[in-house]
């Protein structure tokens, strides 16, 4: 798998329709309309996210690993 940095899997969040509803330090947190899930996505600089989270944060927000560029 790619490595991705926060601040990247943010921009692939909003074009996939998931929209900023706060920011609690370092940590996005990621809504969308009709959904209760939450997201919640560390951006420490261009730091890549480690493997299992990013998994984890793709599988809640129904996105295919394939769609990371």
């Given at each position: 798998?790619k490595?991705?940095?926060g601040?990247e899997l943010?921009?692939?969040l909003e074009?996939?329709?998931w ?15 009709g959904?209760i899930v939450?997201?919640?996505v560390?951006i420490?600089?261009?730091r ?7 998994k984890?944060?793709?599988k809640m927000?129904?996105?295919e690993?394939?769609e990371i560029?």
């Amino acid at each position: 798998m790619k490595a991705v940095s926060g601040k990247e899997l943010a921009r692939l969040l909003e074009r996939n329709g998931w929209t900023l509803l706060r920011v609690q330090g370092s940590h996005h947190i990621y809504g969308k309309a009709g959904s209760i899930v939450r997201l919640s996505v560390p951006i420490h600089g261009n730091r890549p996210l480690k493997v299992g989270l990013l998994k984890h944060l793709l599988k809640m927000a129904g996105i295919e690993e394939t769609e990371i560029r």
